[in-house]
C-alpha cells in the first residue's frame, strides 16, 4: 500500500496481551497505528517491533483513559496532530472477581470506566470523522459473558453486555454509510485477564483456552469484513448459541459452576 494513503488504526489497551496482538495483526497487513495505554515502556518497545518488522509508521500515546475526561483529551491530541484514524479498536479493559456485594466499590465504579463509558465516548468522537470520509471500522473487544449472567464477575458481564448491545445497534445505525462496528465476544484467552482480575483458572479455563494471537486475527479480519459481531472458535460459538434454547436461570448456575470449578 503506498504510505501516503495508508489507513490508520488506533488500538487501547495496546501494551499487551489481546491489544499488543490485534496491534502486531494490523502492522502486519501494513496499516499504520497509533497505540494507546498507560505503560509507556511497554507501548515504546512494541512500536520499535512493529516499525522495525513492517515498515508502518506508529504513534505512542501513553494515557490512562480512567482519569477525568480522558477519551476527549486523547482525541483532541490525535486532531492536534492530524492522524486520520480508520479504524477504532477499543480493546483497553479490566475484570473483577469475586462476590458482587463483597467487591470494591471505587475499583467497580473504574473498571465500568474503563470498560463502558471509555469506549462509548471513543466511538462517539471518531464516528462523524469516519461517517464524513465514507469509511471507518470499530472493533469493540466484549466477551462471552455478555451473553448470559455471570456469577462471580456480575458487574464485568454486565458491562460487556452493554457493550455488545451497543455495538450492535450502532453497526446497525450506519448501515451505507461506510462506517461498521463489530463486537468481538472472546471466551477465554491466553492472556493475564484472570490474573488480574483475582481468578484462578481452573479445567474449564484451560479446555476452552485459545491463542490471544488466533483472537486477534479472528476480530481483525471480522472487524475489516464489517461483521456485526465475532465469536471466534468452535466451542465458543457452540457456547453462544446452545445458551439461547437454555433457560436464563440455568445458563446462570451453569456459568458459576464452570467459572469456578
Known amino acids: 500500500m503506498n504510505p501516503i494513503t495508508r489507513r490508520r488504526a488506533l488500538v487501547t489497551g495496546a501494551s499487551g496481551g489481546l491489544g499488543a496482538d ?10 499504520d497505528l497509533v497505540l494507546v ?4 515502556s511497554l507501548l515504546r518497545d512494541l512500536a520499535t517491533e512493529l516499525t522495525m518488522g513492517y515498515g508502518v509508521a506508529v504513534d505512542v500515546l501513553p494515557t490512562d483513559l480512567t482519569a477525568p475526561n480522558a477519551p476527549a483529551l486523547l482525541y483532541g491530541i490525535i486532531e492536534a496532530n492530524d492522524r486520520q484514524i480508520d479504524m477504532l479498536v477499543n480493546n483497553a479493559g479490566v475484570g473483577i472477581h469475586g462476590p458482587f456485594a463483597d467487591g470494591d ?13 471509555v ?8 464516528i462523524p470523522g469516519m461517517r464524513t470520509r465514507g469509511f471507518g471500522r470499530i472493533l469493540n473487544v466484549g466477551s462471552l459473558a455478555a451473553l448470559q449472567p455471570m456469577p462471580t464477575f456480575a458487574a464485568y458481564g454486565a458491562a460487556k453486555a452493554f457493550v455488545r448491545s451497543l455495538s450492535r445497534a450502532v453497526h446497525y445505525e450506519l448501515r451505507g454509510s461506510g462506517v461498521t462496528c463489530t463486537p468481538l465476544s472472546a471466551g477465554v484467552t491466553a492472556t493475564d485477564f484472570f490474573s488480574v482480575a483475582g481468578q484462578r483458572m481452573g479445567w474449564y479455563h484451560r479446555a476452552m483456552m485459545m491463542k490471544s494471537t488466533d ?23 457452540l457456547t453462544a448459541v446452545s445458551g439461547r434454547f437454555v433457560p436464563t436461570n440455568w445458563s446462570t448456575a451453569m456459568a458459576h459452576r ?3 470449578s
Open 37 to 40: 495505554a498507560r505503560r509507556e
Open 258 to 260: 464452570l467459572m469456578t
Open 105 to 117: 466499590a471505587d475499583r467497580e465504579r473504574e473498571m465500568i470506566q474503563l470498560d463502558v463509558i
Open 119 to 126: 469506549p462509548m465516548e471513543l466511538a462517539k468522537l471518531f
Open 215 to 237: 483472537v486477534a486475527r479472528a476480530g481483525v479480519d471480522a472487524m475489516l469484513a464489517g461483521r456485526p459481531e465475532i465469536i471466534p472458535g468452535v466451542l465458543n460459538k
Open 22 to 31: 490485534i496491534a502486531r495483526e494490523l502492522a502486519s497487513r501494513h496499516f
